[in-house]
């Protein structure tokens, strides 16, 4: 499966990260999905998230039914660059982006599937 994301997407992203640190940030990934490819352009806050030191989430009930929702990015304030279990078990939607302390770029940045296995991605310039 190949992951097609706007730049503009991968800059909002890390940005984000870098204002919520030391606490995690989490957002929501809206795009398309045609067959074997998944298209990212834009993120979103969701209702009611928490940020914390370890953790970040929102509760589900409050999305909205938009099925132009295809995944998760969140941020590692550890610097680790690797899906916890937490992340595995709190899985939403069909990938998931984890960005890394330092946030710089996307060398910091990994796209994992609901089994935590890394996908391929291009990075679309706008």
Known sequence: MLVSIKRS??????????????????????GRVKRDKIDVVE??????????????SFPLYMLPLDLSII??????????????TVDLNNFYGRIMIIVAYPYRSERDMIVVNGRGEKLNYEIIEE
Do not use: W
Not at 45 to 55: D, T, Y
Not at 71 to 84: C, D
């Open 9 to 30: 997407v991968i800059d909002s992203i890390l940005s984000y990260a870098r204002m919520n640190h030391p606490r995690e940030g989490i957002l929501l990934l809206r």
């Open 71 to 84: 995944g998760v990015a969140h941020s590692h304030p550890s610097g680790i660059l690797a899906p916890s």
């Open 43 to 56: 993120v979103i806050i969701p209702p009611l998230s928490v940020r914390g030191n370890n953790f970040s």
